[in-house]
Structures are given as structure tokens and as C-alpha cells.
């Protein structure tokens, strides 16, 4: 097993003569170990970790300078919108959001300014499914960055560098880490010139992940291929059971033949996985509060990922930084519900929806 090399700093040879590590923000030999398997995952050609997801999305951004334009999803984690609108844009930065599920209509608002295009595809918290090439080809040959915020498909169900972007971004946090007891986030990429950049802003900002979490992940990464395809079971049979129940209006899940995103889905994704977001028939707040007050195996909890089942209502929990109204825009309303299915027996699973969605 990697060794967790805990420590601050490294012994050197003589001044200007180290034996290849100097200090630990710069580098760490469990945190290299790390970095290497996650761009083997996405099949890249370096990674980079950062003390949380919103730590590498920040590295991110700051490739940018003012005057610069983002297009984002309008879809996305709520986190992901304030850091954009509360943090980024007093230091000039632009952000538009937009849907992003037609290529053309992004196309159309691409301006000389732009420069990111970020995308999160099964979108945080409605599932919706964006065309990754597509969406690349656009920006290619324009100074444009694409980048996929590919935490809800983990590597095993989406490899975006293959799909032409150039950035990938993971919240460890979740599928990577998978046990709900680290808090970290990673960077993939292939072009050592932007390698090169995310490193020095790495270094330089210091949002860096200790040694004992990387050694988890590292331990957490050994099953991700039987976690997801369990996530990935129990989710279909989730979506369906809920598809075909008689109190629920809407199901949200990529892998339903009716979600408009499913042929997208099914050609850029190898699973479709646990996340399912839904909606009670007649859209009540009240109704919705009282499944979420209900069931048992899938504890209410912010966070998805994990192997133990959490139940998360986006309005009040993840999605509250977003505006009311632009929430609403979006699709998401107050009456949603966001399933993250995790391993268990199913039967178990889907008793305790039985029993919660009871009126
Ligand atoms: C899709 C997505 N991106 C980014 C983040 C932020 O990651 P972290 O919580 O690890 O900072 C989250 C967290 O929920 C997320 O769901």
C-alpha cells in the first residue's frame, strides 16, 4: 500500500540539491500517487489535487482574467454558481448561464470574450445530459477552454478528455472517495502548457489535500468500478420503480428512454448511474418535506457519492445559493427530490421508498 508520508518538508542534499521534493504544498509522494491514478481514470496526462472540489474549480477560474467570459450550464451545483457570481465576478470576470442541451444555441452566444466553456453533464441537480463533443468542437480552434464538471458520472461511466474537452474536474468527495469521509477534489488534463499553469496556481494558492485523505481515496479508488456498477443497478431499478409510481408527476434519471438526453447519454456515457431526482404529482413543498422526513435507509444528508444511500431536497440544501428565480428558470423546483442511491440491497431500497411515499 502507498505510504501516507506525513510530513511538512523533506531532508535536502545541500542548498539548490534536493532528492526531488522540497516542501509538501509543492509536492507529496502519497498525493503524486493519487494524482497518477486519477489521470490514468480519465485517461490523461497529469493530474492535480486540491483540498476540495470548489478548491480545483477555483484553480480553475484563475486562468482567466478580468474581461474574461464563462458560458456555464445553467443546471449546476449551487456551490459552483457562487463561487462564479460572488467570488469571480468582483474580480471581473464574466459568467453567463444558459442550457446547454442544443450545441447551435451555444454556438450563437459564444462571444470574443469567451474564453471557458463549463459544463456539468448529468447535470447537479436535474440530470440533464450536455453533447461533450459537440460542445468541444465549438470551442476548438478559439482560445476557448471546455471543461466538464464530471463528478456525477465518475470516470468509469465518462472519460470528457476523449470526448474532445480540455479540462476535467471531480469533488473526490464523492464516487472517487466513495465512502463519505474525505472532502477533496481533482484536475485532469492533457496540455503540459495548462499543466504547467494549474500546477503554479496549485503551489501558489495552496489548496492542497493532506496525505492521510489521499491515501484513502487511493483506497477508495480499488472499488470504483464494483461501487458504480452497483450505483448504476440500483439507480435504473430506482428510476423505474419511481416512473411507474402513482403519486410521483417526474422522474429525472438519463437511463429512462424518455429523458430527453438518454440517446446523448447512451453514446457518451458507459452507465448512467445512482443520481435520481424527482417530483411528487401536484409539485407540494409540504408533501415533499414529508417523504424526505420519512425514509430510513436513505438518510437526508448534503453529498451524494457515497455508498450508503442519502436523500437531499436541492432548494434548501445544495442548490440554496442559487436565486429563487433562477432556480426556477432552470427546472428546479421546490418540490424536488435528489436521490443518491448508494449499494445497498435493493429490495431494501426500494421498500423504503414504498413506505415514505405512503400519502
Ligand atoms: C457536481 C459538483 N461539483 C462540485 C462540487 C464541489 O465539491 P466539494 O464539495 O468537494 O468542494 C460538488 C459538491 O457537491 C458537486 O456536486
Redesign the pocket.
Known amino acids: 500500500m502507498t505510504p501516507i508520508f506525513q510530513t511538512s518538508t523533506y531532508v535536502q542534499n545541500a542548498p539548490g540539491d534536493h532528492k526531488g521534493f522540497e516542501y509538501a504544498r509543492t509536492q507529496n509522494p502519497t498525493r503524486n500517487q493519487l494524482q497518477d491514478a486519477l489521470a490514468a481514470l480519465e485517461n490523461g496526462k497529469y493530474g492535480l489535487c486540491f483540498a ?4 480545483a ?1 477555483d484553480a480553475i477560474v484563475k486562468l482567466l482574467k478580468p474581461g474574461d467570459e464563462v458560458l456555464a450550464t445553467d443546471d ?2 449551487g ?2 454558481y457562487r463561487i462564479f457570481t460572488k467570488i469571480f465576478q468582483n474580480y471581473g470576470i464574466k459568467f453567463r448561464f444558459m442550457p446547454m442541451h442544443d450545441p447551435t444555441k451555444v454556438a450563437e452566444a459564444i462571444t470574443p470574450e469567451t474564453r471557458l466553456i463549463w459544463i ?1 453533464t448529468p447535470t ?1 441537480p436535474l440530470l440533464k445530459i450536455i453533447d461533450i463533443s459537440a460542445i468541444s468542437n465549438l470551442a476548438k480552434g478559439k482560445q476557448i477552454l471546455t471543461v466538464v ?1 464530471n ?2 458520472a465518475s470516470p468509469y461511466l465518462q472519460n470528457p478528455l476523449d470526448l474532445g474537452a480540455d479540462l476535467v ?1 471531480h ?4 464516487y472517487l472517495g466513495g465512502h463519505s469521509d474525505v ?3 481533482g484536475i485532469v488534463g492533457r496540455d503540459p502548457e495548462l499543466k504547467e499553469k494549474l500546477s503554479f496556481i496549485q503551489n501558489s494558492c495552496g489548496a492542497v489535500p493532506g496525505p492521510q485523505d489521499c491515501f484513502l481515496v487511493l483506497r477508495g479508488l480499488k472499488t470504483l468500478h464494483l461501487r458504480m456498477q452497483r450505483h448504476c443497478e440500483n439507480g435504473e431499478k430506482i428510476a423505474q420503480f419511481l416512473s411507474e409510481h402513482p403519486r410521483i408527476d417526474k422522474v429525472f434519471y438519463p437511463g429512462l428512454k424518455q429523458h430527453p438526453g438518454h440517446e446523448v447519454a447512451a453514446a457518451q456515457m458507459r452507465g448512467f448511474g445512482g443520481m435520481v431526482s424527482f417530483v411528487l404529482k401536484g409539485e407540494d413543498l409540504k408533501d415533499a418535506l414529508q417523504v424526505l422526513r420519512r425514509t430510513q435507509l436513505f438518510s437526508l444528508a ?3 457519492g457515497g455508498v450508503e444511500s442519502l436523500i437531499g431536497h436541492p432548494a434548501t440544501m ?1 442548490h440554496a445559493s442559487i436565486p429563487k428565480e433562477e432556480r426556477i428558470k432552470a427546472g428546479l423546483s421546490d418540490a424536488l427530490i435528489r436521490l443518491s442511491v448508494g449499494v445497498e440491497d435493493i429490495e431494501d431500497l426500494i421498500e423504503d421508498l414504498d413506505q415514505a411515499l405512503i400519502k
Do not use: R
Not at 171 to 174: G, Q, Y
Open positions: 476540495s472540489g470548489m478548491a474549480i449546476l451545483y456551490g459552483t456539468e447537479n464538471d463528478t456525477f474536474m469533488s473526490i468527495t464523492k472532502v477533496m477534489g448534503e453529498s451524494l445544495t
